[in-house]
T-cell receptor, first 112, second 114 residues
Framework: DAKTTQPPSMDCAEGRAANLPCNHS???????VYWYRQIHSQGPQYIIH???NNETNEMASLIITEDRKSSTLILPHATLRDTAVYYCIVRVAISGNTPLVFGKGTRLSVIA | SAVISQKPSRDICQRGTSLTIQCQVD?????MFWYRQQPGQSLTLIAT?????????ESGFVIDKFPISRPNLTFSTLTVSNMSPEDSSIYLC???????????FGQGTRLTVV
């Protein structure tokens, strides 16, 4: 799996958009970008994933650069409940026989 | 989605004792994964448990310290043996369904060794 680099921490004002960057310059053509988050004292939760097109769901948007070497997770209207550690993971989207490998992630603090 | 029930949610244990953590999934899965999360750190994979065979351990983790059972396709246990304060961590189980790219996690077991 390709290595990812994320800032260790970020702050965001409540109600504003939170933009979390991730660098994955060694990503391969068949590797997807996944985002998970871990709210304090809970197990990680899937947010979104994408290959090369931008993706949006009810939780967030994922913007992947044209060269696929970086991406940004966007929480459009951050709330206090979005305070968590956000993990960007790059991997091949194969069936369920392989585990996720976590980096250090970005600790997002949403401030009232 | 997958529902994962993990027990106990937390425990405080004496050093030298062992604790067995249970993970029950609401549907059959081929692989179950066990992670450790030390205080303030990210998740580290301990081992992969496949039904009907011995678990596969990651570098730095051994079967004598972290024995794993996988008696069927919906259940697994992780035992933390001969505990020391350094074993104080959150332990999580995880599954991925066939043909599903998401991973699902239990709520974790917060272990404190005193």
């Amino acid at each position: 799996d390709a290595k990812t680099t994320q800032p260790p921490s970020m702050d965001c004002a409540e109600g504003r958009a939170a933009n979390l960057p991730c660098n994955h310059s060694t990503i391969s053509g068949n590797e997807y970008v996944y985002w998970y988050r871990q709210i304090h004292s809970q197990g990680p939760q899937y947010i979104i994933h994408g290959l090369k097109n931008n993706e949006t769901n009810e939780m967030a948007s994922l913007i992947i650069t044209e060269d696929r070497k970086s991406s940004t997770l966007i929480l459009p209207h951050a709330t206090l409940r979005d305070t968590a550690v956000y993990y960007c993971i790059v991997r091949v989207a194969i069936s369920g026989n392989t585990p996720l490998v976590f980096g250090k992630g970005t600790r997002l603090s949403v401030i009232a | 989605s997958a529902v994962i029930s993990q027990k106990p949610s937390r425990d405080i244990c004496q050093r030298g004792t062992s604790l067995t953590i249970q993970c029950q999934v609401d549907s059959q899965v081929t692989m179950m994964f066990w992670y450790r999360q030390q205080p303030g750190q990210s998740l580290t994979l301990i081992a992969t448990a496949n039904q009907g065979s011995e678990a596969t351990y990651e570098s730095g983790f051994v079967i004598d310290k972290f024995p794993i059972s996988r008696p069927n396709l919906t259940f697994s246990t992780l035992t933390v043996s001969n505990m020391s304060p350094e074993d104080s961590s959150i332990y999580l189980c995880s599954v991925r369904r066939p043909m599903n790219t998401e991973a699902f996690f239990g709520q974790g077991t917060r272990l404190t060794v005193v």
